[in-house]
């Protein structure tokens, strides 16, 4: 019975001599290669040389400030309750006076972890995000010896004050054409107060 | 008395509002309500929400009412028509309430520890409403402790009443009202005073918005990371039927058990609220029932898991084969 249209013959033919001193394919295949040597490389050396990524690479994230060097987040819980993966955690903390200058808002997160082993890097924290201090980057999570290290703090995830992370790649057209919504009037305004608020107390 | 709404009649005994008689046929005709509170007297009549349209007065004259009425103070009137969903006028009208309730609320849900539960949200989101038109300065007052439980942010109030009338009908003395008129009034206590009943943390369970929070519970966590349980305990003031809030071994909240509408079963006293946050302080019941569409639900997976157990038992009885038996 035939099971398959693919089998094939098996023929019992004698080899001829040349095939039979496998000295001809032997050296059909050394010529592949060294062929090879003076072809392209399609490898780089990775971390002196770092390839080109699409100007929307999701990779590690990071926490923005605001221009007055506050942090953004206001610890609400969108990007966690957004995550497929369940791979951020979050505590909350009350800002005390004297600390506007750390935080935009009277919540902030007193801890906030990311889990990178858990992470997809779908980008739906980035999405959820009602205060824009969530980001992906085209930064890379470097490769760790332990689990432990991959939980990502505040420590890691909060950008420098002195050395911001540049997110604007990230605003493609579209992004800034919603977020010019007439919707999305009320967040433009409540910036605009808070700085004028600080402008006058200074 | 048969009334019928949205083309469902029901019969209803003489004095029944609208509102109830709607919430008597079932969640798709009932109107929602912010400030009427079927367990306090006299509530109801602020917020305007549950606004419906009469289109037949009564049997005895047929003429319609000539405008939206407010089913929570209106009383059904014996052959009355009414039309609440399925008014396209009513659902445009509702959104201008929404809008206006909206003008003066900070919208700080990210802030705000109510979100989640809140009614003012699950309203702007029915109706579409994330913006505002309002461009002039929105009414700020600084946040108040009333008391070292309970903490106001007057910001996010919309003047519903509701914890001024359990301050006037579940506590004896009244030190806890409204003052001032129109855009300026605000929820105060008489010079500050701290309410010091045992029952007096009840205005948090009964606020629609995140006007009234509890200390103990501020910014914990969010609720939708929280495990909602039922539970009970012996306790000498109230019944003791609480609702707790659960993450890991942690109880973060105790609050009274809430019904379909939102409104508290049976008020409780402080004692239970606040300070019993333990574990082996109560008897737990279960897992309390959630709406499948509240965002309280996220990530409840046994709660899942019993709908899935329903549906496969409502599946063998369409004569699926058991899964036990063997062919």
Same mark, same amino acid.
């Given at each position: 019975?035939?099971?398959?249209?693919?089998?094939?013959?098996?023929?019992?033919?004698?080899?001829?001599?040349?095939?039979?001193?496998?000295?001809?394919?032997?050296?059909?295949?050394?010529?592949?290669?060294?062929?090879?040597?003076?072809?392209?490389?399609?490898?780089?050396?990775?971390?002196?040389?770092?390839? +080109?990524?699409?100007?929307?690479?999701? /990779?590690?994230?990071? @926490?923005? %400030?605001? =221009?007055?060097? *506050?942090?953004?987040?206001?610890?609400?819980?969108?990007?966690?309750?957004?995550?497929?993966?369940?791979?951020?955690?979050? +505590?909350?903390?009350?800002?005390?006076? /004297?600390?506007?200058? @750390?935080? %935009?808002? =009277?919540?902030? *997160?007193?801890?906030?972890?990311?889990?990178?082993?858990?992470?997809?890097?779908?980008?739906?924290?980035?999405?959820?995000?009602?205060?824009?201090?969530?980001?992906?980057?085209?930064?890379?999570?470097?490769?760790?010896?332990?689990?432990?290290?991959?939980?990502?703090?505040?420590?890691?995830?909060?950008?420098?004050?002195?050395?911001?992370?540049?997110?604007?790649?990230?605003?493609?057209?579209?992004?800034?054409?919603?977020?010019?919504?007439?919707?999305?009037?009320?967040?433009?305004?409540?910036?605009?107060?808070?700085?004028?608020?600080?402008?006058?107390?200074? | 008395?048969?009334?019928?709404?949205?083309?469902?009649?029901?019969?209803?005994?003489?004095?029944?509002?609208?509102?109830?008689?709607?919430?008597?046929?079932?969640?798709?005709?009932?109107?929602?309500?912010?400030?009427?509170?079927?367990?306090?007297?006299?509530?109801?009549?602020?917020?305007?929400?549950?606004?419906?349209?009469?289109?037949?007065?009564?049997?005895?004259?047929?003429?319609?009412?000539?405008?939206?009425?407010?089913?929570?103070?209106?009383?059904?009137?014996?052959?009355?028509?009414?039309?609440?969903?399925?008014?396209?006028?009513?659902?445009?009208?509702?959104?201008?309430?929404?809008?206006?309730?909206?003008?003066?609320?900070?919208?700080?849900?990210?802030?705000?520890?109510?979100?989640?539960?809140?009614?003012?949200?699950?309203?702007?989101?029915?109706?579409?409403?994330?913006?505002?038109?309002?461009?002039?300065?929105?009414?700020?007052?600084?946040?108040?402790?009333?008391?070292?439980?309970?903490?106001?942010?007057?910001?996010?109030?919309?003047?519903?009443?509701?914890?001024?009338?359990?301050?006037?009908?579940?506590?004896?003395?009244?030190?806890?009202?409204?003052?001032?008129?129109?855009?300026?009034?605000?929820?105060?206590?008489?010079?500050?005073?701290?309410?010091?009943?045992?029952?007096?943390?009840?205005?948090?369970?009964?606020?629609?918005?995140?006007?009234?929070?509890?200390?103990?519970?501020?910014?914990?966590?969010?609720?939708?990371?929280?495990?909602?349980?039922?539970?009970?305990?012996?306790?000498?003031?109230?019944?003791?039927?609480?609702?707790?809030?659960?993450?890991?071994?942690?109880?973060?909240?105790?609050?009274?058990?809430?019904?379909?509408?939102?409104?508290?079963?049976?008020?409780?006293?402080?004692?239970?609220?606040?300070?019993?946050?333990?574990?082996?302080?109560?008897?737990?019941?279960?897992?309390?029932?959630?709406?499948?569409?509240?965002?309280?639900?996220?990530?409840?997976?046994?709660?899942?898991?019993?709908?899935?157990?329903?549906?496969?038992?409502?599946?063998?009885?369409?004569?699926?084969?058991?899964?036990?038996?063997?062919?």
């Amino acid at each position: 019975m035939q099971l398959t249209t693919r089998s094939k013959v098996v023929s019992n033919k004698q080899l001829s001599f040349a095939e039979r001193i496998y000295l001809p394919a032997l050296l059909k295949g050394m010529f592949i290669t060294l062929s090879h040597l003076f072809k392209k490389k399609v490898t780089i050396l990775y971390p002196e040389v770092k390839r +080109e990524h699409a100007p929307v690479y999701r /990779g590690q994230h990071v @926490l923005k %400030r605001d =221009e007055n060097g *506050a942090e953004r987040c206001t610890s609400c819980g969108m990007c966690a309750v957004a995550c497929p993966a369940e791979a951020i955690t979050m +505590e909350s903390g009350e800002r005390k006076k /004297g600390e506007e200058h @750390l935080y %935009r808002e =009277e919540k902030y *997160a007193a801890k906030y972890e990311i889990n990178m082993l858990r992470c997809i890097f779908c980008g739906l924290c980035e999405e959820a995000c009602p205060k824009e201090a969530i980001f992906l980057t085209d930064r890379i999570v470097p490769t760790e010896f332990e689990r432990e290290d991959f939980i990502y703090g505040k420590d890691k995830l909060v950008e420098l004050v002195d050395k911001r992370v540049d997110v604007s790649k990230r605003q493609t057209p579209e992004v800034l054409a919603f977020k010019k919504l007439e919707g999305m009037r009320h967040n433009v305004l409540y910036t605009k107060k808070l700085t004028t608020k600080s402008e006058s107390k200074s | 008395m048969k009334v019928t709404i949205d083309g469902k009649e029901i019969d209803v005994p003489k004095g029944t509002t609208i509102l109830q008689a709607a919430r008597m046929i079932g969640a798709e005709v009932a109107p929602p309500a912010m400030c009427y509170y079927s367990k306090l007297k006299s509530s109801g009549g602020y917020c305007r929400t549950c606004i419906v349209k009469v289109t037949k007065g009564s049997t005895a004259n047929p003429t319609p009412m000539p405008k939206p009425v407010a089913s929570c103070r209106t009383e059904v009137m014996d052959g009355m028509v009414v039309e609440n969903f399925t008014s396209p006028e009513i659902v445009e009208a509702r959104k201008g309430i929404v809008e206006f309730l909206l003008i003066n609320h900070p919208l700080d849900c990210p802030v705000c520890d109510q979100a989640g539960e809140c009614k003012l949200q699950d309203l702007g989101y029915e109706h579409g409403l994330a913006e505002s038109r309002y461009e002039f300065e929105r009414r700020e007052f600084d946040m108040i402790d009333i008391g070292d439980k309970v903490k106001l942010h007057m910001n996010r109030c919309i003047l519903c009443y509701r914890c001024v009338k359990v301050a006037d009908q579940l506590t004896d003395g009244r030190v806890h009202g409204v003052i001032n008129r129109g855009d300026a009034s605000e929820i105060s206590t008489y010079i500050e005073q701290v309410i010091d009943n045992e029952f007096s943390g009840n205005v948090i369970d009964v606020c629609p918005v995140g006007a009234l929070t509890d200390k103990t519970f501020r910014f914990k966590q969010r609720v939708w990371f929280t495990k909602p349980v039922d539970a009970h305990r012996n306790c000498p003031t109230c019944s003791g039927k609480v609702r707790l809030w659960i993450k890991g071994e942690d109880v973060l909240r105790v609050t009274a058990r809430k019904d379909q509408w939102d409104e508290v079963e049976e008020f409780i006293c402080n004692a239970c609220r606040y300070d019993h946050k333990k574990k082996s302080d109560w008897e737990i019941e279960g897992p309390s029932p959630v709406n499948r569409h509240s965002v309280i639900s996220q990530n409840q997976y046994a709660h899942l898991n019993q709908q899935k157990l329903e549906q496969l038992k409502h599946q063998s009885a369409l004569g699926f084969m058991k899964i036990d038996k063997k062919p």
